[in-house]
């Protein structure tokens, strides 16, 4: 089958996407952050429900948050305070998700030259999650406390949504769960109402090509591993 511009472009965008941990200062016009969200917003959710919610943070309001959740997280008796409300990763692990996890872990370390024993240099990198890895435009995502596990199914699709439309204006992102440890410092900085749980957050600007961690590209499962073409 022959290949459209069209279909091309679509191609390029999804397989060139990859979770940047440096960026750039370079600034992101407003005009591109909101064209980027209202292409995001056209995701598909269960009965049109849109249960996503997205506070865009720039300049000081940005640098304040990532100063409060930073401080937290280098502070032992300060980081045990703070828990995640939901449970991202599975309680009890096992092949091959365990490999997996293990494997893009320490691959990112080896570029960076970490060693297993060097804990407090992998704790440095952590934290740079909550600098949103230097890009100057940090994204909190929420979503209402009664949305039950399809408007999770959703919010997937519309962060997808969101990192490819990025991609397509040479722009690139980091989706984070790290920052969901530290709910009550986001819900305390953004003034968040009772009723809106964090969701993540997503680092957004232009990848610094120039820093090794960004060379890190993960591997995919061949499609004979986790697809079944059942045709009779």
Not at 54 to 74: F, I, K, S
Not at 75 to 83: F, L, S
Not at 118 to 142: C, S, W, Y
């Amino acid at each position: 089958m022959i290949s459209t511009p069209e279909q091309q472009a679509v191609d390029a965008a999804i397989v060139s996407r990859r979770s940047i941990r440096a960026f750039l200062p370079t600034p992101v016009a407003r005009d591109d952050i909101a064209a980027i969200l209202e292409v995001a917003r056209r995701a598909p959710s269960g009965t049109n429900t849109q249960p996503w919610k997205v506070y865009v943070l720039t300049g000081a309001a940005r640098d304040g948050l990532c100063d409060a959740v930073t401080a937290a997280y280098l502070d032992p008796e300060q980081n045990a305070r703070h828990k995640e409300e939901y449970a991202y990763y599975p309680r009890e692990w096992k092949s091959p998700f365990i490999d997996r996890r293990r494997k893009v872990g320490w691959d990112l370390y080896a570029l960076l030259g970490l060693t297993r024993d060097n804990k407090e240099g992998m704790a440095a990198q952590h934290a740079r999650n909550f600098r949103f890895f230097d890009a100057p435009v940090g994204l909190i995502f929420t979503i209402d406390r009664l949305m039950e596990q399809g408007s999770w199914l959703d919010y997937g699709m519309f962060l997808q949504n969101i990192m490819v439309a990025a991609r397509g204006r040479g722009l690139d992102t980091c989706p984070q769960a790290a920052w969901t440890q530290f709910h009550r410092i986001i819900a305390e900085r953004l003034a968040l109402p009772d009723n809106e749980m964090v969701v993540c957050g997503m680092a957004l600007g232009v990848a610094d090509r120039s820093k090794v961690e960004n060379g890190l590209e993960t591997e995919r499962e061949a499609l004979e591993n986790f697809v079944s073409f059942i045709e009779a």
